[in-house]
């Protein structure tokens, strides 16, 4: 894997780059209002998102079916994650020296 992939495999998996840029690219259009409204843009929807299934899904906890399916969701997604994270790890820290500044060294 190249270092380029391994740029990109970085920029992936930390969003904030994303949420940053939106907020900057939002003052330099609008000032300090579009700012905000960038901001909000981006981090509401997901908010919303979940402030309306909240009731739902709380209601489809209650059958055993889909209980289980969600765990199995919740399961799934984590394994995801962590393989991600082993796979980014090993093309991120490749030398001593990625590890130490992993480390917050």
Same mark, same amino acid.
């Given at each position: ?5 391994? #740029?990109?495999?970085? %920029?992936?998996? #930390?969003?904030?780059? *994303? !949420? ?8 330099? +259009? %609008?000032?300090? +209002?579009?700012?905000?409204?960038? @901001?909000? %843009? ?7 998102? =979940?402030?309306?299934?909240?009731? =739902?899904?709380?209601? !489809?906890?209650?059958?055993?079916? @889909? ?5 199995? +969701? ?5 394994? !995801?994650?962590?393989?991600?994270? *082993?796979? !980014? ?12 500044? #992993?480390?917050? %060294?």
């Amino acid at each position: 894997m190249g270092s380029d992939s391994r #740029c990109g495999l970085a %920029g992936v998996a #930390c969003s904030w780059p *994303v !949420l940053s840029t939106a907020t900057f690219v939002g003052y330099v +259009i %609008g000032g300090p +209002i579009g700012a905000v409204a960038a @901001t909000l %843009g981006i981090f509401l929807p997901s908010f919303v998102f =979940v402030a309306i299934l909240n009731p =739902v899904v709380t209601q !489809l906890r209650r059958s055993a079916w @889909t209980a289980a399916f969600l765990d199995g +969701i919740n399961v799934s997604v984590v394994g !995801l994650m962590a393989s991600v994270t *082993v796979k !980014l790890g090993q093309a991120a820290l490749m030398d001593p020296q990625a590890w130490w500044r #992993c480390a917050g %060294g």
